[in-house]
């Protein structure tokens, strides 16, 4: 089985970039309006503080997208190992990583959610030689539920119990 969330992280990114120029120019342009082209009083709240508001609305969404750590995600199953590919899409230059597992050495994994459930975070466990191996936790809030249950269960399949 494969996973791939590429096309959710693409959309991501586009309705930044649209938001962020939407902000902008709504928030420009309330703040030199000043009664030049709307006179009055929109909502009961003036351009200025229109400006304002939107510009705040628009950094509340980046600090909770953020929050939420969107990580691009590529998981296969297909040969004798478990791969996983993942980095954040939050930094500018980030770093591509690569867990590869044997599935003869996977032992299991835990899931832990915060935010109300919405972050989501896996945490693979492998046995090796010296003992348990801990992998880094992988944020899954930007893979649909359908494809974090395909993952579980995938990943179930391989699971061993000591």
């Known amino acids: 089985m494969i996973i791939d969330n590429e096309k959710r992280i ?3 990114r586009i309705r930044k970039i649209i938001l962020a120029l939407i902000s902008l120019c709504l928030s420009v342009f309330f703040a030199i309006n000043e009664g030049n082209i709307i006179k009055g009083k929109i909502l009961g709240l003036t351009t200025g503080q229109l400006a304002i508001i939107i510009a705040s609305a628009y950094f509340i969404y980046i600090i909770i997208i953020f929050y939420l750590e969107p990580f691009y995600i590529f ?3 297909e040969n004798n190992n478990l791969i ?5 899409t939050i930094k500018i230059n980030p770093i591509k990583q690569v867990i590869d597992i044997p599935k003869n050495e996977f032992l299991y994994c835990k899931i832990k959610t915060d935010f109300s459930g919405i972050k989501k975070k896996i945490i693979l466990y492998r046995k090796t030689k010296h003992g348990i191996a801990k992998y ?6 930007f893979l649909s539920n359908k494809e974090i249950n395909n993952l579980l269960a995938s990943l179930s399949k391989y699971q061993q119990i000591e």
């Not at 880094?136 to 809030?141: E, F, I, R, T, V």
Request: charge should be positive; include cysteine.
């Open 10 to 12: 693409i959309k991501n």
């Open 75 to 77: 998981y296969s199953d």
């Open 84 to 88: 996983f590919r993942y980095y954040s």
């Open 136 to 141: 880094p936790a992988l944020c899954l809030s």
